[in-house]
C-alpha cells in the first residue's frame, strides 16, 4: 500500500486504489486502511457499538510536505502489485531516503502518524509518498473535516542513543524497498539477521513516550539521515527494556533494564520463493516448516498509553549497539503474560495462565504467501493450516490501551512466571 497517491510506479499494476481511513482523532486507537474508491455497501445498523472509519487528513503538514500535500485535504492510497513474473518482498526503510545496494526502490516518502496526544487515529505510521496524487478520485475537500489526522513524525532519540543526536527534533524520511525473489522481516532485539538471512539494515526500535498515546514499533536505521525539522507533532522515542515477566541478565547475551532495543530488517540470502509468519504462543514451528528463530512475546506495559501498539516477537538473547542504561524519555517495552483465567476454562490455556509468552519465527518454503484468517479454526480450500487458535488481545475496557490481535496456538507452552508485564 502507498499512502498519498492513487497511481503506481512505473511498471506496478494497480489493484486498486481509494482513500486512507482510520478512527477519528478524538475517538480510540485504530489502525490506518486503504478504503477502496467504489466501496461496496455491507449490512448496515443503527447499534452505535460498532467501530468507524473516517477519512484521514494531512493536518500538520509542516515545512516538509506542503507543497506537494495540501493541508486538510484527505488522502488517497493505492495497492499495487511488481511487474508480472516477478515475486518478492516489500518493506520500509525508516530514516533512510535509499535502499541498500542492489535493493529496488519503490518509492521516497516521509514518515508521518497520529498526533501524540490524540486518543484517536491510526497507531500505524505512514511512508507518505513524496509524489502525492489525487487523481481518478473526487469529492474531497481542502477544509477541516470530521476525521484522523496525520503529523509529520519526529525523532527525539535524546541521551539514550548519543550517536543520534543529530536528528534530534528532526523529520523522518523513508524508502519503501523491493526484494525480488526474496522474502523479509524484522526482528527486534539484535542488530544482526539469523543464519541463512543477510541484514537489509540495522538499527534501533522506535514508538510513542509511554505516557503519549499509541503508535507502533519501527526500526529506525542506526545511521540516518540528518532531514529537515519540521513544526510535526507525531513524536517517536527510543524503546527501552524494562524487567519482570522479561528476565533481565547484565551479561553477554542478556537483556538490560533501560537499556535501548535494536532492530533488523532480514531478507533471505538465496533467491528462493517462500513465506515466513510469527507462531504465537510456541518456541518450534509445524513439521515441514524450518524454525527462522524463537523467542518471547513484548509489548507495551497494559495501562500504559503510549508505547506500541502491536505484539513483538523478540530475539531470545539480546545484542546492542549504542546506549544509555539509565531511564529515559521513551517507549517501554515489557514481556508479555498469558491471562486466560474465567475465559478459557478446561482448556490447556489454564495452565499457562499468568506466564510469559514463547513465540517462533517459522518459513514455509513451499508458500508464496501467509496469512491469519480469524474466526475459524481452519483455511479455506485449498490453503493449508499451519496452525489454528484463538484470537487474544489487551482488554476491552482498556480503550487508551490498545494492542493489537494475535492468534495464540491452541497448544500454547510457556516461559517464565513474573509481574510487571505487557499487554495480555
Not at 535502499?99 to 497520529?114: D, L
Not at 499451519?386 to 494475535?406: C, D, I, T
Amino acid at each position: 500500500m502507498i499512502p498519498g497517491s492513487t497511481l503506481c510506479p512505473r511498471g506496478w499494476s494497480r489493484e486498486y486504489y481509494g482513500f486512507l481511513m482510520s478512527n477519528y482523532y478524538s475517538y480510540n486507537k485504530g489502525e490506518h486502511v486503504c478504503v477502496d474508491s467504489n466501496p461496496e455497501r455491507g449490512r448496515g445498523s443503527s447499534n452505535n457499538n460498532q467501530d468507524r472509519w473516517y477519512t484521514v487528513e494531512m493536518t500538520d503538514c509542516g515545512n516538509v510536505l506542503c507543497p506537494p500535500y495540501v493541508s486538510n485535504r484527505e488522502l488517497t492510497c493505492v495497492v499495487c502489485i511488481p511487474p508480472t513474473g516477478s515475486t518478492g518482498d516489500f518493506y520500509t526503510r525508516w530514516g533512510r531516503s535509499v535502499c541498500p545496494a542492489g535493493v529496488q526502490e519503490v518509492y521516497k516518502g516521509q514518515a508521518v502518524s497520529s498526533q501524540y496526544s490524540h486518543t484517536g487515529g491510526g497507531v500505524n505510521p505512514l511512508c507518505i509518498t513524496l509524489s502525492p496524487s489525487w487523481a481518478d478520485v473526487s469529492g474531497y475537500s481542502d477544509s477541516t473535516q470530521h476525521g484522523g489526522k496525520v503529523y509529520s513524525a519526529i525523532l527525539y532519540p535524546g541521551s539514550g542513543i548519543p550517536s543520534l543526536s543529530n536528528v534530534n527534533g528532526r523529520a523522518v524520511p523513508c524508502v519503501a524497498c523491493y526484494v525480488a525473489d526474496r522474502q523479509s522481516f524484522m526482528a527486534a532485539g539484535q542488530p544482526s539477521c539469523p543464519s541463512g538471512w543477510r541484514l537489509e539494515y540495522a538499527g534501533y526500535l522506535f514508538a510513542a513516550y509511554y505516557g503519549h498515546k499509541k503508535s507502533d514499533w519501527t526500526c529506525i536505521d542506526k545511521n540516518p539521515e540528518r532531514y529537515l525539522s519540521s513544526s510535526g507533532s507525531s513524536y517517536w522515542y527510543p524503546a527501552e527494556i524494562k524487567c519482570g515477566t522479561l528476565r533481565c541478565y547484565n551479561r553477554p547475551g542478556g537483556y538490560v533494564a533501560h537499556r535501548e532495543v535494536t532492530c533488523a530488517v532480514c531478507s533471505s540470502e538465496d533467491t528462493r520463493k517462500g513465506s515466513t509468519y510469527t507462531r504465537w504462543g510456541r518456541n518450534d514451528c509445524p513439521d515441514d516448516n524450518s524454525l527462522v528463530y524463537s523467542g518471547f512475546v513484548a509489548g507495551a506495559y497494559y495501562t500504559h498509553t503510549g508505547s506500541g501498539a502491536s505484539m513483538l516477537c523478540m530475539r531470545s538473547t539480546a545484542e546492542y549497539m549504542d546506549r544509555n542504561d539509565v531511564v529515559q524519555s521513551s517507549a517501554h517495552l515489557y514481556g508479555v503474560q498469558y491471562s486466560s483465567s474465567g475465559y478459557l476454562r478446561g482448556s490447556q490455556y489454564s495452565s499457562v495462565n499468568g506466564y510469559q509468552i514463547p513465540c517462533a519465527v517459522c518459513e514455509n518454503s513451499r508458500a508464496v504467501v501467509t496469512f491469519t484468517q480469524f474466526g475459524s479454526l481452519h483455511c479455506p480450500s485449498d490453503y493449508v493450516d499451519e496452525y489454528s487458535g484463538y484470537v487474544f488481545a489487551s482488554y476491552y475496557k482498556s480503550s487508551n490501551y490498545k494492542s493489537s490481535h494475535v492468534c495464540i496456538d491452541r497448544r500454547p507452552l510457556r516461559l517464565q512466571s513474573g509481574s510487571t508485564h505487557g499487554v495480555v
